[in-house]
């Protein structure tokens, strides 16, 4: 058992309190949700006692939970809930989760983003179950006038033993709820858990698999409105003109333009829009406004060189440099190569890499590339929106509706207090859902309007749109001594427009002389958060060099990067170092016994790679056979330290289906651009990943330890860039240096 404070969140707790009148108050966040099933409806209670904003118990010991964080794929509507459940010591057929509505008032970090959403609600859930628990535990107290140390709890139930008195919680539900908060609360010994570190059922598992609304684009309201937006055909362009005689098609009610965002508004962190102002199309019904869509004439013009300002959610002001002109893929590679070549700004430097290189018997160095990306969520971006003089409506899918909240305060004119802002399941996020310009836009029309609608983006308006993974290039160099001795690294890493670099990741802290530098390309091209930001490049090319780099010293490459993690971990250099070296080490070992490493069958390639990102580490060997001259992904092998797994279901499905993204991007991820116009639009020119071409096999493993959990969504997700390319190396006799790898030494059909 262990004491935690519940001053944690105690701001929470009195806004809480003051809009609902008082009760105990619980300020906790990250709660989720779900909904009853069918048997469990038909014995709903007769009466809900309100414990706090976010947990009301039933008079008949039902127990719900309110969730204000968006799902989009990750389980968090099982697993957070499972937290509270642990500490409340519930049963879990008992929990019942609701979704609930964006209140920045009640609920903190609402939001999802970085794989931080279990680590950073651990304490939180836990303080809230834990609280309730013990204020059930009062209120039974009191009611059979006994000590509450001698109230015991189990599965729902209030015992006392001495009197064999007992209970369930919802015959104490109403006592409780009018208790207040005890300042500190006991929680449950690791070893007692008896729900988390179970595998449950996504909540929402069979509306899934029988079609029921659960998606933003599956929102309908009596009257409601269509909408779609026509943006520029290319970046660097800005609205000229319009030639509204569309408006006379059938069904179709108004053609107007909108400016996303006022020019004089401070933008935040993720107010990215790729264009500023864009053409609605309004109408009764999606095909008639997609026909008026292909046929109105809009024309472009180039913009001018500006500035843009925005404020990181650090806090931090940012000054963005957004170049004119229509630019080209090939123009963004020579400019690679040339900004590659320059004076670069150095980041960390460990000893000295100069006179390592200069006296190395042998210098390894390699150049890696990698292409924007786009997301390419399955839901297109949509939202609905009902704006009123008074207040607006929205409801649709979005990573970070407390962020985006104000923007679009600041954007109608309307105090925050009048927006409500409900969330819906996340058909595929990764990023791109952070970005919610065509939230704003919906209630731009909808104002306009003075009527519902719901704006619908179609795949091209997404694919073309921006918010892009980066462009990135890095060049490892790596210094050996005559006994093959890896005596210094030097990586020279950057982007359009953003650098990939994690300068006091491994092997930094593991080399004597280490260099780190960085640098940057403008570019009118919009970008923004990508799975895995920047970790999704750099690792694979981390990971493909340093198998190099074994090779030519004649290590096996599991064995050459546990000897450098064990320097890292007895002697490291430098004190800033982002990892713990034992922790990755021990994911090695681990995938190296599970994949009976060295002892693969003939015609079997293997390749390895370890990274550490989201506070989480993982080891991957990826088994690949050749079919004629195409490879076949056998078998992916995780061996993964996040800390304490909460629902191990859930935390495999999430690393494999990182494994197959990562595979697909890998392989066939790319984005390219002529005069500024994307060239690829949808699923016919832009190649995904298919269901052939996924491994046939995904075994996932869990380091055990009693760690506070920490990321799964996207930890898995880098590491297989590098694992698949020394495979492919293995396979082929030829290295992979750029994205995608498929080429011309491939033919994958």
């Known amino acids: 058992m262990s004491l935690v404070k519940t001053t944690h969140g105690r701001r ?49 010991g039902l127990v719900t939970i309110m969730s204000p964080n968006p799902e989009g794929g990750q389980n968090i509507k099982t697993s957070m809930p499972m937290i509270v459940a642990e500490e409340l010591d519930i049963d879990w057929k008992k929990v019942i989760i609701e979704q609930a509505p964006l209140n920045t008032d ?115 309201q009596e009257g409601m409105l269509t909408a779609m937006i026509v943006h520029p055909p290319a970046f660097g362009m800005k609205l000229k003109s319009v030639d509204d005689a569309v408006r006379s098609m059938p069904g179709i009610r108004d053609v107007f333009t909108i400016k996303v965002l006022n020019h004089d508004y401070e933008r935040q962190h993720f107010d990215t829009c790729a264009f500023l102002e864009v053409v609605a199309i309004v109408g009764n019904s999606t095909w008639e406004v997609m026909k008026a869509k292909k046929a109105i004439k809009v024309e472009w013009e180039p913009f001018s060189a500006y500035s843009e300002e925005r404020r990181h959610y650090s806090g931090t002001k940012q000054t963005l440099a957004i170049p004119a002109g229509l630019e080209n893929t090939s123009q963004h590679r020579a400019k690679l190569t040339e900004m590659a070549a320059k004076k670069a700004t150095v980041v960390r430097k460990d000893g000295n890499p100069k006179a390592a290189f200069k006296k190395a018997a042998k210098v ?254 993982v080891a991957q060997v990826l088994d690949l056979i050749l079919e004629g001259d195409k490879p076949v992904i056998q078998k992916v092998t995780n061996a993964v330290d996040c800390g304490i797994v909460i629902n191990p279901d859930a935390a495999s499905n999430l690393a494999e289906g990182a494994v197959v993204d990562g595979i697909g991007n890998a392989l066939f991820g790319e984005m390219t651009f002529k005069d500024g116009v994307p060239e690829k639009n949808n699923f016919h020119n832009y190649r995904m990943i298919r269901m052939s071409e996924a491994p046939k096999e995904i075994d996932v493993y869990f380091v055990q330890n009693e760690i506070d959990p920490t990321g799964m969504g996207e930890p898995t997700f880098p590491p297989v860039f590098g694992a698949l390319a020394n495979a492919l190396y293995k396979a ?15 033919n994958l059909g």
């Open 12 to 60: 929470s707790f009195l806004k809480a309190s003051a809009l609902s009148g008082g009760g105990m108050m619980l300020g906790f966040s990250w709660l989720v949700s779900c909904q009853p099933t069918a048997k469990e409806a038909l014995n709903m209670p007769e009466a809900w006692y309100d414990i706090n904003a976010y947990l009301k118990i039933g008079d008949n």
């Open 106 to 220: 009640l609920y903190t970090r609402q939001f999802i983003g970085g794989s931080q959403a279990i680590r950073r609600g651990w304490e939180s859930l836990r303080m809230a179950g834990a609280a309730a628990r013990y204020m059930l535990r009062q209120a039974a107290a009191q009611t059979w006038q006994v000590p509450v140390e001698e109230i015991t709890t189990a599965a729902g139930l209030l015992h006392h033993k001495p009197s064999n008195k007992s209970a369930h919680y919802g015959e104490m539900a109403s006592v409780a709820s009018g208790l207040v908060v005890p300042e500190e609360v006991e929680l449950k010994s690791i070893n007692d858990f008896k729900i988390i570190g179970t595998s449950r059922k996504n909540v929402d598992g069979e509306k899934i698999i029988t079609g029921q609304p659960l998606f933003g684009i599956d929102t309908y």
């Open 732 to 746: 082929t006799g030829n290295r992979y240096y750029s994205q995608p790898f498929l080429g011309k030494e491939l």
């Open 364 to 617: 390894i160095e390699k150049t890696y590339t990698a292409p924007f990306l786009a997301h390419n969520c399955m839901e297109p971006m949509n939202f609905f929106a009902h704006v009123t003089a008074e207040k607006a409506a929205l409801k649709g899918p979005l990573q970070k509706a407390e962020l985006t909240e104000q923007t679009l305060s600041a954007r109608l004119g309307m105090p925050v207090e009048n927006i409500d802002i409900q969330m819906t399941r996340l058909g595929g996020g990764y990023g791109r859902r952070s970005y919610a310009n065509w939230l704003i836009e919906a209630a731009l029309i909808s104002q306009k309007m003075n009527a519902p609608i719901k704006l619908v983006y179609t795949r091209e308006d997404d694919m073309t749109g921006g918010i892009y993974r980066p462009m990135y290039q890095a060049t490892y160099r790596a210094a050996l001594d005559g006994d093959n001795n890896l005596t210094g690294i030097h990586i020279n890493a950057g982007g359009i427009p953003e650098s990939p670099l994690y300068a006091n990741r491994f092997p930094a802290g593991a080399v004597d002389n280490y260099l780190a530098e960085s640098w940057t390309v403008n570019t009118n091209i919009t970008i923004g958060s990508f799975r895995a930001p920047r970790s999704n490049f750099i690792a694979g090319a981390e990971q493909s060099f340093l198998d190099e780099v074994a090779e030519a010293a004649g290590k096996d490459p599991i064995t050459f990067r546990l000897e450098l993690l064990e320097r890292a971990r007895t002697n490291p250099v430098g004190e800033e170092n982002d990892y713990d070296a034992a922790r990755l080490a021990g994911v090695l070992e681990l995938v190296r016994n599970k994949s009976a490493w060295g002892q693969e069958a003939p015609n079997l390639h293997r390749g390895v790679a370890a990274y550490f990102c989201h506070n989480s580490y």
